[in-house]
């Protein structure tokens, strides 16, 4: 024994500290595979998910090295090992109850954990976590019996500098693999996942400390004064609700669509002779529809994100990263959800069909104060009902209807698609659109899956109308972001230009060689559509933007904004300024499109030609100047109030702050049973209402559903306990990989 080259090798220093990188690296891995659901989706994210622990393992252990005396050496390696240790096994119960990582705030308030941790420890622990804990014993037993002896000689610091250096070289290549498979990963931080995945435990932690540190400074700085800078600007840009509508809309059920990259160029779209999206294009049309066709998307890198933020709170994204996960985790809320519950009774749900931590939106919805999240564990995850973001919408719909009809009413509910996201992917079964034939296979595949996303819709509005719930609610559709890029536009604008859309479309398009970047902004708007029995008003031709939502929806809803603190401007009212400000500091107005962001110096464009204006007058430059004032000032503000997380300073008369510890998305099937029969007869469910479930009203010809039928179907019946699906489902929720 005493002379097999690896025993020696292992009495030596740089053994002993091979050996602890070796048990670590091997125990991450294990983990990774085993209690965390990371979703690699290609060879390139496997090998960086099992090779991630080396750099940053090689590197912590190092420090043990630097040490001359050897007993404090080994000691110190041992200690940054059990260390590394006890952060991946808290880690591995955290995630057992949580589906999430320990973040820093998590750590440092323990008693949040302990909550987070729910039940007790001992029913999160596994037989294997034998492993993670045994080895330490047994080299702690082999260092005392002397079977691993101490290497008294001398380690040069220069060679631990040298060990210190390869850790670092390791892990700037694991760091650039990664940023080559995942463009932005640390820029736009889309899912604490994502960065587990590809970079590991230990470097999220150190990713979120900082993080968590910047964002605490800069909310250290501010005071209850910087508040009221926001509420000078919000209450001076209010204006008062157009009394027609005003109130039209007053109690109904709300229901939104959220229209993944959905352009409005789509509507009234043709390809081959064929409109793409025919179901739209008739609600668009439609007398008991108001649709806006001026209506532009606002977001920055956050994308659905900064979309669904806009939404919520009339509030902007930040000009890099994504609020939702930089600070959406802990900022203060005062948002429709929690609006509509408080002043109206409302229940609120989101239905998705990708994992709930994507965005952060696990944390997110419990502080604007969604009372339910169905994320993608509430419904079949199988191969064959996902496409690249989740599960495919027309599956999505028709596995929403057993949860939506359990909904007391009003409820306040949105529906957030996918099929519809780049690279616009379906099985060919799902797909029977003739889509075009240009150069750019990102065109053609475009219009397919928003063929897709409009059959889907449509089987839903059936639904809605057959089950009676059309009759009571507003329906609200909207696109989140474009879906063809400035790169894609060129392959696009002879398909504009065709005879077939030329005379549909209100806009000027150029072809292809005189294609100006007049043309992709005028691509950014995107569809916004206010649907109910009654709901007069037509095509509306007044140009705004997503931060105009919010108080638009709550004056159809009838609800005084007045005391909130909102960007944006009610669309109907008769005052409502014209004026969409990117999040880039461009802006568009009735008149000009300014792009550059810096007022009558930028190129600024004439709307209705489409031309550049060279000579402005004086009073054109007075007043692109001041408009240019104005969209920086709205764009500092709410960057200000998300930074500073200044709502915290700020609570409206009779708003009762979002308290995010009442809300739990794991176990919601129970919830909703238990709120049924403890409401008895006073139940407002439609489930309650029909006394039967509505979910054989649901047709659709998704060709998957066959196989999926079973799960359209109503959950149990009461008295019967099986309430554990959701649970387990939550457990086994995959994490989609894609890329967003
Ligand atoms: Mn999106």
Redesign the pocket.
């Known amino acids: 024994m005493k002379n097999n080259p690896v025993i020696r090798w292992l009495q030596t220093r740089l053994g002993f500290f091979s050996l602890l990188v070796l048990l670590l690296w091997l125990k991450t891995a294990f983990a990774y595979y085993v209690d965390f659901s990371l979703g690699a989706a290609d060879i390139l994210q496997h090998l960086l998910m099992i090779f991630n622990p080396v750099g940053t393992s090689v590197l912590l252990i190092s420090f043990g090295l630097y040490f001359k005396r050897p007993k404090v050496s080994y000691a110190a390696m041992l200690t940054i090992y059990i260390l590394s240790t006890i952060l991946l096994f808290s880690n591995i119960v955290y995630y057992r109850s949580a589906t999430d990582f320990l973040t820093f705030n998590t750590i440092l308030s323990a008693g949040k954990v302990a909550k987070g941790l729910g039940k007790s420890t001992a029913s999160l622990l596994q037989w294997h976590d034998v492993f993670l804990i045994g080895d330490i014993v047994i080299l702690i037993f082999a260092l005392v019996r002397g079977w691993l002896k101490i290497d008294q000689r001398v380690f040069a610091i220069k060679h631990a500098f040298t060990v210190t250096t390869v850790g670092v070289f390791v892990f700037l290549l694991n760091l650039t693999l990664s940023e080559a498979n995942r463009p932005q990963l640390l820029t736009r931080t889309f899912d604490r996942n994502y960065i587990v995945k590809y970079l590991g435990i230990d470097t999220f932690l150190v990713y979120d400390g900082v993080k968590t540190a910047q964002n605490n400074q800069i909310r250290a700085s501010a005071d209850g004064t910087d508040i009221n800078k926001i509420l000078n600007y919000t209450n001076a840009h209010q204006v008062p609700a157009n009394v027609n509508y005003f109130g039209k809309a007053k109690g109904k059920n709300v229901i939104i669509i959220?229209l993944?990259?959905f352009q409005q160029f789509l509507i009234d779209f043709k390809v081959n002779g064929q409109e793409v999206t025919p179901f739209l294009n008739s609600l668009y049309h439609d007398q008991n529809s108001l649709s806006f066709n001026n209506f532009f998307h606002q977001?920055g890198q956050g994308?659905?994100?900064d979309?669904e933020n806009m939404l919520e709170n009339s509030v902007f994204g930040l000009p890099e990263g994504t609020a939702f996960t930089t600070l959406g985790s802990d900022n203060t809320y005062q948002a429709a959800p929690a609006i509509l519950e408080q002043n109206a009774g409302y229940t609120s749900a989101v239905f998705h069909g990708n994992v709930g931590s994507f965005w952060n939106r696990n944390h997110v919805y419990k502080n604007i104060g969604y009372d339910y999240f169905f994320d993608q564990s509430y419904y079949n995850s199988s191969p064959d009902a996902m496409t690249t973001y989740g599960i495919k919408d027309k599956l999505f719909f028709a596995e929403s209807i057993k949860y939506l009809e359990q909904l007391q009413q009003p409820f306040y509910t949105k529906f957030?698609t996918v099929s519809n996201?780049t690279p616009y992917v379906l099985s060919k079964e799902d797909n029977p659109f003739e889509t075009s034939d240009t150069s750019d296979k990102t065109v053609n595949n475009y219009f397919q899956t928003a063929h897709y996303l409009d059959e889907s819709l449509k089987e839903f509005f059936n639904y809605l109308d057959s089950s009676g719930l059309a009759k009571n609610s507003l329906i609200m559709l909207y696109g989140?972001?474009y879906g063809l890029s400035s790169k894609n536009n060129t392959a696009l604008a002879p398909l504009l230009n065709s005879d077939d859309n030329k005379a549909a479309s209100d806009e000027d398009i150029q072809d292809t060689d005189d294609w100006t970047p007049f043309d992709n902004t005028q691509l950014q708007r995107v569809p916004l559509i206010f649907h109910m029995p009654g709901l007069k008003g037509g095509i509306q031709k007044q140009y705004g933007g997503e931060i105009d939502v919010l108080p638009t929806l709550l004056h159809l809803l009838g609800q005084d904004t007045s005391n909130y603190v909102m960007f944006g401007q009610d669309l109907l009212s008769k005052q409502h300024q014209q004026l969409v400000a990117f999040r880039n500091n461009n802006f568009v107005s009735d008149k000009y499109t300014v792009l550059g962001g810096k007022g009558a110096k930028s190129a600024v464009y004439d709307n209705q030609t489409g031309e550049q204006l060279t000579d402005l007058t004086d009073s054109q430059v007075d007043e692109i100047d001041k408009l240019q004032d104005q969209v920086t000032e709205a764009l500092s503000l709410s960057d200000s109030l998300n930074y500073k997380n200044l709502l915290r300073f700020y609570t409206p008369n009779k708003f009762v702050p979002v308290n995010p510890e009442n809300y739990n998305y794991l176990d919601q099937i129970n919830e909703l049973l238990n709120k049924r029969t403890q409401l008895g007869n006073a139940s407002t469910s439609l489930y309650s209402q029909l006394g039967h479930s509505s979910t054989s009203m649901y047709h659709t010809d998704a060709p998957e559903i066959t196989d999926a039928k079973k799960d359209i179907e109503e959950f149990p019946d009461l008295g019967d306990t099986s309430n554990s699906q959701a649970q387990e489902n939550s457990q086994t929720a995959k994490t989609t990989s894609q890329k967003?």
Do not use: L, N
């Open positions: 959220h993944e990259s977001v994308r659905t994100a979309a957030i996201h989140d972001h967003k």
